[in-house]
Every structure is written in structure tokens, then in C-alpha cells.
Nanobody, 125 residues
Framework: QVQLVESGGGLVQAGGSLRLSCAASGRTFSMYAMGWFRQAPGKEREFVAGISWSGDSTDLADSVKGRFTISRDNDKNTVYLQMNSLKPEDTAVYYC??????????????????WGQGTQVTVSS
């Protein structure tokens, strides 16, 4: 089991940037892929980004390609989500998730076994 704690959310104007962090503990962080999901009010949770155990492979949802970047620091047991050119439709609670696998298995939530508590991101127009 791994414990995940997100930070870095907040209120930002459209066009601005935020960097989310997710600190992991309790399991060998570097062995597993990690991901970010988000859930807006009244909507289902959706995949945002994923990164393999080594950081060599990443996957981004079409809606954030060219604006968001996922990265990880295995020495610090931390995964990041850099969000640029933010839009009001990016407003959501963002969740960090630890995969059941070392490589990116897919964008479905079923591939991820541990979740953080979420951090709110609000983008004003």
C-alpha cells in the first residue's frame, strides 16, 4: 500500500500556471507508474496524465496535450504535474494515483490501486 499526498492546488486566472506535487510513501515508489486524474463537479473522474516507473514514457489526455507536463523524481518519491495555459474548463479536484504496474497500462482508473485525497484547482476567466 502506498500513501499519496497532493499539494500545489489553488486559484489562478485563465492563462496562468500551477504545479501540482504528489508525495508518496509506504511502497517502493520507483517501481510503479503514476498518474494524475481530475474530477469536475457533476462529471466523472477522468485521466489527465501518466508516467512510467522510469519517467521515460508519458501519456497525456488530448485535452491537456501541449499545456500540461508530468514528471517524477524517484529520489524524492514525488510526481509532478506542471499545468500551463490553464483554462476555466481545467477547474476540478486533481487526484494523484499509483499504478498497479511499472509501465503505463492505460488511462482507466482500474489500472491504479492507490489514490490521494485530491487538491482543488480553480481557474477563473
Amino acid at each position: 500500500q502506498v500513501q499519496l499526498v497532493e499539494s500545489g492546488g489553488g486559484l489562478v486566472q485563465a492563462g496562468g500556471s500551477l504545479r501540482l506535487s504528489c508525495a508518496a510513501s509506504g511502497r517502493t515508489f520507483s517501481m510503479y507508474a503514476m498518474g494524475w486524474f481530475r474530477q469536475a463537479p457533476g462529471k466523472e473522474r477522468e485521466f489527465v496524465a501518466g508516467i512510467s516507473w522510469s519517467g521515460d514514457s508519458t501519456d497525456l489526455a488530448d485535452s491537456v496535450k501541449g499545456r500540461f507536463t508530468i514528471s517524477r523524481d524517484n529520489d524524492k518519491n514525488t510526481v509532478y504535474l506542471q499545468m500551463n495555459s490553464l483554462k476555466p474548463e481545467d477547474t476540478a479536484v486533481y487526484y494523484c494515483a499509483a499504478s498497479r504496474f511499472g509501465n503505463i497500462a492505460g488511462q482507466g482508473a482500474e489500472y491504479f490501486g492507490s489514490w490521494g485525497q485530491g487538491t482543488q484547482v480553480t481557474v477563473s476567466s
